[in-house]
């Protein structure tokens, strides 16, 4: 059965190249096909300053300032089509259009983003308003001018945001951009909540990634979630691009909630590839 992992992260360069490579020598072993890789692009924040956005937890091996982008771009051309790299757009300062068309022109093939109005987010990370020191309006101004190049060019978005605390807003979003393909991981973040936005959207995709905790406590019940949601659910681990131990562990994870194989194969395969395009290639 074929394995698509829609959400890992860089956090490495080409210094961990070996380690890299056979990290995902071990992952295509496995069954896994692809991986979609967000990658950091940081043009004007310092080592302090860059720190503010990025979740504690998470060891950085790559280049100190979060620019990963040449070096994923290098990576994903040495692995033929295994890596499906992703724009990571929290740290976008300047112009949206021409940052993000430059960059799909150079490999990119989706966006990444956080919603980050104000420190309340889940994530415990500062805000981008306060980062930048711009207004909620620009910066909701900046995230709709992604949403909208996303959409005009056929790019998935992961974006994780709180359907708890911001179900006004994800609407809002929904409403604006109803051909948008969007995954907003970790089960919307709360799936009572994220439920009415599946129900109402049929464009919104979410993924199993970083709720392992969560899932080996309650599998009944996130099982029951799953097979209410069959096409919308994707895999995905939140692992780093060093750590394929963690995409390991969360393929043995699905297997252990013994899913019908066609649900399965929903989750692992078919779900990601809509989500991410593949299935029109
Ligand atoms: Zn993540």
Same mark, same amino acid.
């Given at each position: 059965?074929?394995?698509?992992? =829609?959400? /890992? ?11 890299v490579?056979?990290?995902l ?7 896994v096909s ?6 950091l692009? $940081?043009?004007?924040?310092? !080592? ?5 956005l990025?979740?504690?937890?998470? !060891? ?6 979060? *620019? ?9 051309q040495q ?10 757009? #929290? ?15 150079r490999?990119? #093939?989706g966006?990444?983003?956080?919603y ?11 805000s ?19 949403? +909208?190049? !996303?959409e ?7 974006? &994780?945001?709180?359907? $708890?605390?911001?179900d006004?807003m994800?609407? +809002? ?9 969007? $995954?907003?991981? &970790? ?5 009572k ?11 919104? @995709? ?10 080996r #406590? ?15 659910? /994707?895999?995905?681990?939140d692992?780093?691009? @060093?750590?394929?131990?963690? =995409?390991?562990? @969360? ?9 019908p ?8 395969? !078919? *779900? ?10």
């Amino acid at each position: 059965m074929e394995i698509i992992d =829609v959400h /890992c992260h860089c956090f490495a360069g080409l210094g961990q190249a070996e380690r890299v490579s056979h990290g995902l020598a071990r992952l295509r072993d496995a069954g896994v096909s692809h991986l979609a890789v967000m990658g950091l692009v $940081n043009t004007s924040l310092n !080592a302090q300053e860059v720190w503010k956005l990025i979740p504690e937890g998470f !060891a950085n091996l790559g280049d100190p300032l979060f *620019n990963e982008a040449d070096d994923l771009l290098q990576f994903t051309q040495q692995t033929g089509d295994m890596l499906f790299p992703m724009l990571d757009t #929290r740290m976008l300062n300047g112009d949206v259009q021409s940052f993000l068309h430059g960059h799909l022109q150079r490999g990119f #093939r989706g966006i990444k983003g956080l919603y980050l109005a104000d420190d309340a987010n889940d994530l415990r990370v500062s805000s981008v308003p306060a980062t930048f020191g711009i207004s909620l309006e620009l910066y909701h101004k900046r995230e709709w001018e992604i949403f +909208a190049f !996303a959409e005009a060019n056929d790019l998935p978005v992961l974006y &994780h945001m709180d359907a $708890n605390r911001y179900d006004d807003m994800m609407r +809002a979003i929904l409403d604006d951009f109803p051909r948008l393909r969007i $995954n907003f991981p &970790h089960f919307g973040i709360g799936r009572k909540a994220f439920s009415k936005i599946l129900d109402a959207y049929p464009n919104v @995709y979410t993924d199993i990634a970083y709720m392992q905790p969560h899932i080996r #406590r309650n599998p009944v019940s996130y099982s029951d979630f799953i097979s209410h949601y069959p096409d919308r659910v /994707c895999f995905g681990s939140d692992a780093l691009l @060093y750590q394929p131990e963690i =995409v390991l562990n @969360y393929i043995e994870l699905v297997r252990s909630l013994k899913l019908p194989e066609e649900l399965e194969n929903s989750l692992f395969s !078919a *779900n990601p590839r809509r989500f991410l395009g593949l299935d029109r290639e």
